[in-house]
DNA sequence: GACCAGGCACATC
DNA sequence: GATGTGCATGGT
């Protein structure tokens, strides 16, 4: 019986705070669906303004396609993306990426569109360079599949809350998440990057949450830290 | 100069 | 299965 669970309306009301005092969050900046896969890559470990000029000198160079990301020299693709740091190791893993959806839908997103959610996500899983985030970030803000992105600040927002344990797994703190929420999307995609706007303005360098807005305000005791 | 950022793979125990 | 480490740029 979700409407007996507090949880559940805590996690609604933290929500409705968060979207109260932020306000639209208008994720995942991308103009098309291989650019914020390419996106959800650069920016493993790694502040968004980077990827952004990592985005930008593709973009501006008409690289930002499938095919002929596909055909780029893994050592270009590496130059090209340097700002975004560990270029490198994040050149392999766009190839890897790159020719998956090459072999496996012919380089088109749209024939994903039709596979079942779990087999997609266990395809993207077994790509070099995609783990569980980048995975559901591709499927959520790519794709538009009801899926809860997990991160640090997710975790870290959350636990803060109290409403899950800090060293909760990524799994089991997906599970968390939609088993109380509607399965949307939408709710989705705007919850996590409400979650991620808190966690970079209030929850990174304050272990005591200093100046959060929400700390008191979801009509539960405030966290113990 | 230290620390962090919208993680992941790999080695080692 | 848990824990530690390399990757690397650019902002604070």
């Given at each position: 019986m979700p409407g007996r669970d507090p949880l559940r309306r805590r996690?609604?009301?933290?929500?409705?705070?968060?979207?109260?005092?932020?306000?639209?969050?208008?994720?995942?900046?991308?103009?098309?669906?291989?650019?914020?896969?390419?996106?959800?890559?650069?920016?493993?470990?790694?502040?968004?303004?980077?990827?952004?000029?990592?985005?930008?000198?593709?973009?501006s160079r008409g690289l930002l396609s499938g095919q002929k990301l596909y055909r780029l020299p893994e050592a270009r693709l590496g130059a090209l993306i340097r700002p975004s740091g560990t270029f490198k190791v994040k050149a392999r893993r766009l190839k890897a990426f790159l020719h998956f959806l090459h072999e496996r839908y012919a380089g088109r997103f749209g024939r994903i569109a039709r596979v079942p959610l779990h087999a997609i996500r266990a395809e993207l899983l077994s790509v070099h360079g995609i783990g569980p985030e980048?995975?559901?970030?591709?499927?959520?803000?790519s794709l538009g599949r009801p899926v809860f992105v997990v991160d640090q600040y997710t975790r870290r927002v959350l636990s803060r809350h109290r409403l899950v344990h800090p060293e909760i797994g990524y799994d089991d703190l997906q599970s968390f998440l939609t088993s109380r929420l509607p399965s949307d999307p939408a709710l989705f995609n705007e919850y996590h990057a409400l979650l991620v706007a808190v966690g970079k303005e209030y929850c990174r360098r304050s272990p005591r949450c200093a100046g959060c807005p929400l700390r008191f305000d979801l009509g539960g005791k405030p966290p113990r830290l």
């Open positions: 996690l609604l009301r933290l929500y409705v705070a968060l979207a109260k005092h932020f306000g639209p969050q208008h994720w995942w900046p991308g103009e098309n669906a291989l650019e914020v896969a390419v996106g959800a890559i650069l920016t493993q470990n790694t502040a968004w303004a980077n990827v952004e000029r990592a985005l930008e000198r593709l973009k980048t995975a559901d970030s591709i499927l959520l803000y």
